[in-house]
């Protein structure tokens, strides 16, 4: 089975912290993505990448930054915590080649709360 | 550019009750269609998907059908469980996006005893 693991599942911050929300896959999967999920907003793609060290700009980056350092693992970094980045992160992985047919899999997702 | 709709919810249901939820698409391209479900505390994870038209996607006693004279792939079962209780969300992904998926809001299914 696939897994997608999240380092944390909930997550308390200040105002202004640097925060790290790690991600690893172990399916050897080229594309993984990250997305913040609101209540009645759905889920907004921030970031996404298709290989190591490649990063591409999903609808709403504006306050993150993201690193594939490795293929298994990809990061998502909020340089500076604001309140309106409380929300649900979801991380998610997919093989490549079959184009849009191809499944993405989730991890269990970071309940992240910024005060 | 591309978009989901899907019916908006909460949507409650008695159990053993028939399930509509309804989803219609715009695409530039040929898009794959998915149904994901998210369940209490969890993560995502996909019930069923359907790569042209007119196929059907099958999952845990769910079906939906790629129609694309009506962009619609709505989402039935026949007869729902209190376990069925989560949040649906429809999506695509269309050729040329990497991958990328484009979701609907997603719906609250609640399933009563």
């Known amino acids: 089975d696939v897994k997608v693991t999240q380092s944390s599942r909930y997550l308390v911050k200040r105002t202004g912290e640097k925060v790290f929300l790690e991600c690893v896959q172990d399916m050897d999967h080229e594309n993984m993505f990250w997305y913040r999920q609101d209540p009645g907003l759905g889920l907004r793609l921030i970031y996404f990448?298709?290989?190591?060290?490649?990063?591409e700009k999903g609808d709403i980056p504006e306050g993150y930054s993201v690193s594939r350092e490795k293929k298994e693992r990809f990061s998502l970094i909020l340089e500076s915590a604001s309140t309106n980045q409380t929300s649900m992160y979801l991380c998610?992985?997919?093989?490549?080649?079959?184009?849009?047919?191809?499944?993405?899999?989730f991890g269990p997702g970071t309940r992240l709360t910024v005060l | 550019g591309d978009s989901v709709t899907q019916m908006e919810g909460p949507v409650t249901l008695s159990e053993e009750a028939f399930l509509t939820i309804n989803c219609t698409y715009t695409?530039?391209?040929?898009?794959?269609l998915f149904w994901y479900v998210q369940y209490p505390g969890e993560g995502l994870q996909l019930l069923l998907k359907a790569t042209k038209a007119d196929d059907k996607g099958s999952n845990k006693g769910f079906e939906a059908t790629y129609r694309k004279e009506t962009t619609s792939f709505h989402l039935e079962k026949g007869s729902v469980q209190v376990s069925d209780s989560a949040v649906y969300f429809c999506a695509l992904s269309d050729w040329g996006s990497q991958g990328n998926l484009i979701f609907g809001k997603g719906t609250k299914l609640s399933v009563k005893p």
């Open positions: 998610a992985s997919s093989t490549t080649g079959a184009g849009a047919g191809n499944t993405q899999y």
């Open positions: 695409a530039t391209g040929y898009p794959s």
């Open positions: 990448s298709y290989d190591v060290k490649m990063k």
